[in-house]
């Protein structure tokens, strides 16, 4: 069983930064693609990014390419997020799964297997 634990959410004006972390354990983190999503009160949750097991290849959605980074080191799946838009408030949730290839993906929430409890991004304008 995988077990992730966000952490780096919290408040910030419009136009600033913030850094997610994801810690990953019960697993090889090399076995694990690493992905992020978030859900806005009222909304359907949604994918961020996606960093295949050797960040060989990265998959954003469009409305945070250019702003949000995905990347993954010593068991940590991290999200930089700059330019934040009080749009980009929501719970930001940290997913993995071990069943992917290698530099394969996904922006599918069903294909995730293990996911963390969330952690709060609130931009204000």
């Known amino acids: 069983q995988v077990q992730l634990v966000e952490s780096g959410g919290g408040l910030v004006q419009a136009g600033g930064s913030l850094r997610l972390s994801c810690a990953a354990s019960g697993r090889p983190f090399s076995t694990l693609t690493m992905g992020w999503f978030r859900q806005a009160p009222g909304k359907e949750r949604e994918f961020v990014a996606a960093?295949?097991?050797?960040?060989?290849r990265v998959y954003y959605a469009d409305s945070v390419k250019g702003r949000f980074t995905i990347s993954r080191d010593n068991a940590k799946n991290n999200l930089q997020m700059n330019s934040l838009k009080p749009e980009d408030t929501a719970v930001y949730y940290c997913?993995?799964?071990?069943?992917?290839?290698?530099?394969?993906?996904?922006?599918?929430?069903?294909?995730?297997?293990?996911w963390g409890q969330g952690t709060q991004v609130t931009v204000s304008s």
């Open positions: 997913a993995a799964d071990h069943r992917f290839y290698p530099n394969s993906p996904s922006p599918s929430s069903d294909k995730y297997a293990y």
């Open positions: 960093v295949s097991r050797s960040s060989g």
